[in-house]
């Protein structure tokens, strides 16, 4: 696969073709993957009015449209100055120092979530009136129960924005629960943030139902599964002797590697993490990597050396927030990416 990324929002172009079709009638079908947004800013609505142009058939947002430019540029420099801050280390998530702000300055994070959600979803708007399908994953920050403006309103703001519910009212629900989507060239799995959560407590039949039909196209289609989780958290703590995910999101990357080994796609789709990947010694790997996990019986595992990859290996794209990446992917099976 040919990429090419650039800072202007987090944005992931596939182009998938069914490979059996005589190379003078390919049906070919453009898919486009939106990663993290949090409310966006002028370069991701710029990008996103780009991609209108582009015509694809269908736009995949993958998670976490809440928020906005304001709630970002704080979350940032709490991460950034989080380490070596005595204050700040105590709290392990931006939401958890954010509930303990002044009310007037929670309220005014909130306040400026309506504006930035509305851009979105004029654009999306537009989007759908061009005849692009357009699809809404929902990300932990999407969820009601979940957000992270819950924790910034803490108990004494009882009236915020509701991101769900106005894209509901709209005409576009979000996706929160497991989802299939199919193609002529592709069978998608939608992994939203909360049913990765509760992985377990989705129905063995469902399940099977699933399983059975990516059989029956397999041959013809590309799996691909789309989660809002790390498919794998090695990758992303490269740097890090052990890596550990713990609580929440620890339960959310083993439904995560589940559901991996129980579908057997051909590519996994994700966002959720913001920060670029990193190599051993900490420098920042290049924009254009994927990378592969092999899949056995009771795990799944981080594939570090290329002479040991093997045809049947998942390949992983992950998409950066503020980060857009187009390329061109041929259906045929175990081609190099």
């Known amino acids: 696969m040919t990429q090419t990324i650039s800072h202007l929002g987090a944005v992931v172009h596939l182009h998938l073709h069914n490979g059996k079709?005589?190379?003078?009638?390919?049906?070919?079908?453009?898919?486009?993957?939106?990663?993290?947004?949090?409310?966006?800013?002028?370069?991701?609505?710029?990008?996103?009015?780009?991609?209108?142009?582009?015509?694809?058939?269908?736009?995949?947002?993958?998670?976490?449209?809440?928020?906005?430019?304001?709630?970002?540029?704080?979350?940032?420099?709490?991460?950034?100055?989080?380490?070596?801050?005595?204050?700040?280390?105590?709290?392990?998530?931006?939401?958890?120092?954010?509930a303990t702000l002044p009310t007037e300055k929670r309220k005014e994070l909130l306040s400026s979530v309506e504006a930035a959600i509305k851009r979105i979803y004029e654009i999306i708007l537009d989007m759908q009136k061009r005849g692009i399908h357009v699809y809404l994953l929902e990300g932990n920050w999407d969820n009601p129960k979940l957000s992270g403006l819950n924790a910034i309103a803490g108990k004494?703001?009882?009236?915020?924005?509701?991101?769900?519910?106005?894209?509901?009212?709209?005409?576009?629900?979000?996706?929160?629960?497991?989802?299939?989507?199919?193609?002529?060239?592709?069978?998608?799995?939608?992994?939203?943030?909360?049913?990765?959560?509760?992985?377990?407590e989705i129905s063995q039949s469902h399940l099977t139902s699933v399983e059975r039909r990516i059989h029956e196209v397999r041959t013809d289609k590309r799996i691909i599964l789309v989660g809002h989780a790390e498919a794998n958290w090695k990758m992303h703590h490269l740097n890090e002797s052990p890596p550990t995910a713990k609580g929440e999101r620890n339960i959310v990357i083993e439904n995560f590697i589940k559901a991996i080994r129980l579908f057997l796609p051909d590519?996994?789709?994700?966002?959720?993490?913001?920060?670029?990947?990193?190599?051993?010694?900490?420098?920042?790997?290049?924009?254009?990597?994927k990378y592969f996990l092999h899949i056995t019986k009771n795990r799944v595992r981080l594939v570090m050396d290329m002479e040991e990859k093997k045809p049947e290996d998942v390949v992983a794209t992950y998409i950066p927030y503020g980060l857009v990446a187009e390329g061109v992917n041929s259906l045929q099976k175990n081609s190099h990416l």
């Open 267 to 289: 590519e996994i789709i994700y966002p959720h993490q913001h920060a670029r990947i990193r190599d051993e010694k900490g420098n920042l790997r290049g924009l254009n990597e």
């Open 156 to 200: 004494d703001i009882s009236t915020f924005f509701k991101t769900k519910e106005f894209f509901k009212n709209q005409g576009f629900p979000f996706i929160d629960h497991l989802k299939t989507l199919e193609t002529d060239s592709a069978f998608h799995i939608f992994l939203p943030y909360h049913t990765l959560l509760h992985f377990n």
């Open 21 to 98: 079709k005589s190379k003078q009638n390919i049906n070919k079908e453009t898919f486009v993957y939106v990663g993290c947004l949090h409310g966006g800013d002028e370069s991701i609505y710029e990008r996103l009015k780009e991609i209108i142009t582009e015509k694809p058939e269908y736009v995949i947002f993958a998670g976490d449209i809440t928020g906005s430019p304001e709630i970002e540029k704080l979350k940032h420099q709490f991460y950034e100055n989080k380490k070596g801050n005595k204050k700040l280390s105590q709290f392990d998530y931006f939401g958890d120092w954010a």
